[in-house]
T-cell receptor, first 117, second 113 residues
């Protein structure tokens, strides 16, 4: 089956640092990847849609300068949380859509738990 | 704006009991509907999906869901749950011909032997 790898799975860092999270599709090509954020006991909230070779589309209320997304290849998208602060602590999940899979479904990574001290 | 409601936040059942998890959405147009499951420590996995056709959809592991358009609902059912069904279940909706998934808040299911 389609596998999406997310790295790192857990990161703890000091306030003010930048953190990069990688999302890779291991056995398929993904023209579109998605980045979600999940707060405890809440739903997944779509942050942005990442398209290979073009700028990401951010959802309303998501700061594009804060959450930098790069989708440089058909198998890799990165999310960089710049100048992270404690309120950025959350669970970040990526998903990818197989370029041959039509509209849906999306295949999800295991998520990255980000803790900012 | 579209939204998805899952009314059951936490469900506790004994093995062999029947399960029904509610999911309602707010959108008047054509939708694609999904149920995802997240087992402890694992990623989200697709249980089943509805795009069109027969409103009764069968998924993996004995799960099924029924799309009732008039009620804007897509409830998940299983006639007899197992301990291994313990997980978080998420209903999700995508408006027709879009990539964006809107998730419900999830239902935590605990099944006791």
């Amino acid at each position: 089956g389609a596998v999406v790898s997310q790295h790192p799975s857990w990161v703890i860092c000091k306030s003010g640092t930048s953190v990069k999270i990688e999302c890779r599709s291991l056995d398929f090509q993904a023209t579109t990847m998605f980045w979600y954020r999940q707060f405890p006991k809440q739903s997944l909230m779509l942050m942005a849609t990442s398209n290979e070779g073009s700028k990401a589309t951010y959802e309303q209320g998501v700061e594009k300068d804060k959450f930098l997304i790069n989708h440089a290849s058909l198998t890799l998208s990165t999310l960089t949380v710049t100048s992270a602060h404690p309120e950025d602590s959350s669970f970040y999940i990526c998903s990818a859509r197989d370029r041959l899979g039509g509209i849906q479904p999306q295949h999800f990574g295991d998520g990255t738990r980000l803790s900012i001290l | 704006a579209q939204s998805v409601s899952q009314h059951n936040h936490h469900v506790i059942l004994s093995e062999a009991a029947s399960l029904e998890l509610g999911c309602n959405y707010s959108y008047g147009g054509t939708v694609n509907l999904f149920w995802y499951v997240q087992y402890p420590g694992q990623h989200l996995q697709l249980l089943l999906k509805y795009f069109s056709g027969d409103p009764l959809v069968k998924g993996i592991k004995g799960f099924e869901a029924e799309f009732i358009k008039s009620k804007f609902s897509f409830n998940l059912r299983k006639p007899s749950v197992q301990w291994s069904d313990t997980a978080e279940y998420f209903c999700a909706v995508a408006t027709y011909n879009t990539d964006k998934l809107i998730f419900g808040t999830g239902t935590r299911l605990q099944v006791f032997p």
